[in-house]
């Protein structure tokens, strides 16, 4: 009885080994196939790049209280290039300011 019950543990325990690396491959392969799906979204999806942002040409500087005084003008113009293979359509726009010295 105890080499049976013996034989048994090891069993379970090579079984369980065996689940384990079987899960591990599943989540592997879940997660390519994830991978790939976003591929192809983003390949399908209509996208816009801003190319170029142009100051205004006019006045960059406006003078507020003498020469030393001054305020840059807050519009500017920008070139928008669209690619993709489906129209575009914005759903949310938003601005970042990043500063760099």
């Given at each position: 009885?105890?080499?049976?019950?013996?034989?048994?543990?090891?069993?379970?325990?090579?079984?369980?080994?065996?689940?384990?690396?079987?899960?591990?491959?599943?989540?592997?392969?879940?997660?390519?196939?994830?991978?790939?799906?976003?591929?192809?979204?983003?390949?399908?999806?209509?996208?816009?790049?801003?190319?170029?942002?142009?100051?205004?040409?006019?006045?960059?500087?406006?003078?507020?209280?003498?020469?030393?005084?001054?305020?840059?003008?807050?519009?500017f113009s920008c070139?928008?290039?669209?690619?993709?293979?489906?129209?575009?359509?914005?759903?949310?726009?938003?601005?970042?300011?990043?500063?760099?010295?």
């Amino acid at each position: 009885m105890l080499l049976v019950g013996i034989a048994a543990t090891i069993a379970a325990f090579v079984t369980l080994d065996v689940i384990k690396h079987q899960t591990k491959a599943a989540r592997a392969s879940a997660d390519s196939a994830k991978k790939s799906i976003e591929a192809l979204i983003r390949g399908q999806r209509g996208w816009i790049l801003i190319d170029e942002i142009v100051p205004p040409k006019d006045a960059l500087r406006v003078a507020v209280f003498g020469e030393r005084d001054y305020m840059i003008p807050l519009y500017f113009s920008c070139k928008l290039k669209v690619f993709g293979l489906t129209p575009c359509r914005y759903s949310m726009l938003g601005f970042a300011f990043i500063w760099r010295r």
